[in-house]
């Protein structure tokens, strides 16, 4: 089966953290090769209790050199909804760099509770977010509009 970006990398996610209405303190991560495609869905690390440092190793562990290209996490819980200095969001910096060393991307970073979910990164169609220019193209059901859109 082929799944293409464009899927909510937050819906594959939820099943792994919201489990009859209970979140489950899991790490999940999501990684597609550089066609988009889906690689792989995996739990990478139980315990997640806010601090993505602690699990930096064990998300560089599994992903997939030969064939992950970009990725995103998700996790329980939710982002601070004010600006201001947040931790979460400096680790997750940090385990951007860690990635891009190894020529990965992290392109998605979710937070998911019971009732929801915030996106700290761009959620899916990334063709539709100009800091993202460098990814393929996920729409290509708009590529026959001469003006690169729905007419």
């Given at each position: 089966?082929?799944i293409?970006?464009?899927?909510?990398?937050?819906?594959?996610?939820?099943?792994?953290i919201?489990r009859?209405g209970m979140?489950?303190?899991?790490?999940?991560?999501i990684c597609?090769d550089?066609e988009?495609?889906?690689d792989?869905?995996?739990?990478?690390?139980t315990?997640?209790?806010?601090?993505?440092?602690?699990?930096?190793?064990?998300?560089l562990?599994?992903?997939?050199?030969?064939?992950t290209?970009?990725?995103?996490?998700?996790h329980?819980?939710?982002?601070?909804?004010?600006?201001?200095?947040?931790?979460?969001?400096?680790e997750?910096?940090?385990?951007?760099?860690?990635?891009?060393?190894?020529?990965m991307?992290?392109?998605?970073?979710?937070?998911?509770?019971?009732t929801g979910?915030?996106?700290?990164r761009?959620?899916?169609?990334?063709d539709q977010?100009?800091?993202?220019d460098?990814l393929?193209?996920?729409m290509?059901?708009w590529s026959?509009?001469k003006l690169?859109?729905?007419?």
């Amino acid at each position: 089966m082929i799944i293409q970006a464009g899927f909510d990398f937050e819906t594959l996610a939820r099943p792994f953290i919201v489990r009859d209405g209970m979140l489950m303190p899991n790490l999940v991560l999501i990684c597609v090769d550089e066609e988009m495609q889906l690689d792989g869905l995996r739990v990478v690390a139980t315990g997640f209790a806010g601090l993505l440092t602690p699990f930096h190793d064990a998300v560089l562990a599994a992903l997939d050199a030969e064939y992950t290209k970009y990725f995103a996490i998700a996790h329980p819980g939710r982002f601070s909804e004010y600006a201001g200095p947040e931790p979460l969001m400096d680790e997750a910096d940090e385990l951007e760099s860690k990635a891009a060393e190894r020529g990965m991307q992290l392109i998605g970073h979710f937070a998911i509770d019971e009732t929801g979910y915030m996106s700290a990164r761009a959620r899916s169609y990334f063709d539709q977010y100009p800091e993202h220019d460098d990814l393929p193209r996920t729409m290509n059901h708009w590529s026959h509009s001469k003006l690169g859109r729905c007419g």
